[in-house]
């Protein structure tokens, strides 16, 4: 039922904001036309526009928690959340523009058409806000009465928890225990709520309201089949406790098979489709621009590159995907031919401790493949590992087969997202960084934290760090 009526608002939520975003458009064009005297055609030559603004909208909405009860807290929480969705949504929009050649579309009406909907979309967000917390308010009126089905001990903690959350807040009128009740009063404190035995709940029905039932396992099988069969008669709601281990990385998920079958699974790393799905774009789009930049440097530099190292200007090589997939990775060559063959030559330069290799000044990096390194340019083919789906724009470091030939079991958790181009250690550890834990628990930072906001914050930074060219 909880889950019924989540999915309830999240889609009473998109329509309104396809309405606002509809109405924004309308308003936007209107406004254009009358404050800035700009002669368009009719309003429908410009709504086929509308159909990737909505999407774009309403992915970025969603991945910033729009359509969880939680984002509507508090009036700043809506804001800040809005301008990020804003911000990233409107790249998005752009790079869509640019990506399609639409000339057609006046940069002035997307501009005012940015300014509207974050205007409606902010006083929308904002009454909703106001109407939940007023909700909120009139629910704890009617809060749901609960019967819970469970010994002593574990009625403690299951009571404690309920408070804890919010959409389990309720109130329990009876603790009915699996065998007869011998507990003094001294447990009735304990509990918080009257005791009984599972034989009172017929009495509880008759004498008090009663909205739904809860049994705490374990439970013997005729009792669970008896209560099952009792609720389901009375047409009273009956929701089975399950506790799991909690577990130090991940969250657990539920999903009915169907047949009474549930499978509860792990989740160590985002699995959001609606918010990977989105990074998908981003990626696609960032990709597809930055293989334009990789022709540019191809053209200017592809030459010389083949010239100064007596090989091929790509370089490819075998590396380390998601959850141990081998993909082979392009880079612009920057060493001589058969640097693979002498890194043995080398290797006691390794200023890395741990399976991975990195030095200053290496010999065997050509003139030109200095200068790309400096500026990153040599990472640019990696834009068509992005477009095949080897590879994100932001992810964990690829690693190569050798460096994962030595890893230890912690160090495959970095394993579990694909890898990017650039990343927390490309930013926060390439170049002051020595130890390969460290490297580790940048990329397990990441994992843990990943975010599209956090994506974003990494492109802006990376862009930076391109413009300072500090790369060896």
Known sequence: ???ARRRLLRQAIATADVSTLIVSSIIAYVIVGVVFHREF???????????PIVVIWLLCLSAFGFYRSAAYHSSYSVLTRLVQAEFLASLLLFSVMYLTHSEIISRLLLQTFLAVSFTLLGFQKLALAAYLRIVGRRANLHRRKVVLVSDIDKAERCLRLMQARASLVADVIRVLTPTAVTENGLALAAVGAPLGSIEDLRTVVQDQVLDEVIPVPPLEGPVLERISRWCSARGILLRIWLELPCPAIGYWAAEYFGDGAFLVSLAA????????????IIDFSGAAIGMILCGIVYISYGRRLRRESGDS??????????????FTLYKFRTMCSGAEQQKSTVSLRNEMHGPIFKIRNDPRVTTI???????YLDELPQFWNVL?????????????????AAYSEHHHRRLSMKPGITGLWQLKGNGSINEFEQVVKLDCEYIDRWSLWLDAKILVKT??????GDGW
């Open 1 to 3: 039922m909880l889950v």
């Open 41 to 51: 055609g009719s309003f429908r030559l410009y709504a086929w526009v509308l159909m």
């Open 269 to 280: 790393v985002p699995e959001n489709p609606a918010y990977l799905l989105l990074k998908r």
């Open 313 to 326: 200007p790509i370089f490819r090589q075998d590396r380390i995907g998601k959850n141990g997939r081998a």
């Open 369 to 375: 493949g200095r200068k790309l390194r400096r500026r």
């Open 388 to 404: 095949r789906g080897d590879m994100r724009l932001v992810g964990t470091r690829p690693p190569t087969l050798d460096e994962t």
């Open 463 to 468: 862009i930076s760090k391109v413009m300072v």
